[in-house]
């Protein structure tokens, strides 16, 4: 749940340049549920390839569905 994520995290942009992941880096997102920030870190290191992985398939799929929908193919 976004709005859940949101709470608990609510700029994840910024919390992934505070951990000084940048451009051009592959990074693996382990847990990454549905992409709240799996979208921000494909954003942040473009071209490079972000892995999605996480243990429920219904939330890879849905974060799959939503990456196609914007575009992203990183």
Do not use: C, M
Request: charged share 25%; net charge negative.
């Amino acid at each position: 749940d976004w709005d859940w994520w949101g709470e608990l995290w609510s700029e994840p942009k910024r919390i992934l340049n505070r951990v000084n992941i940048s451009a051009s880096q592959s990074v693996a997102d382990v847990g990454s549920g549905n992409g709240y920030f799996t979208f921000p870190l494909a954003e942040l290191v473009h071209p490079a390839s972000v892995y999605a992985v996480d243990i429920d398939a219904a939330l890879l799929e849905e974060l799959g569905e939503k990456a196609e929908k914007i575009g992203l193919s990183n």
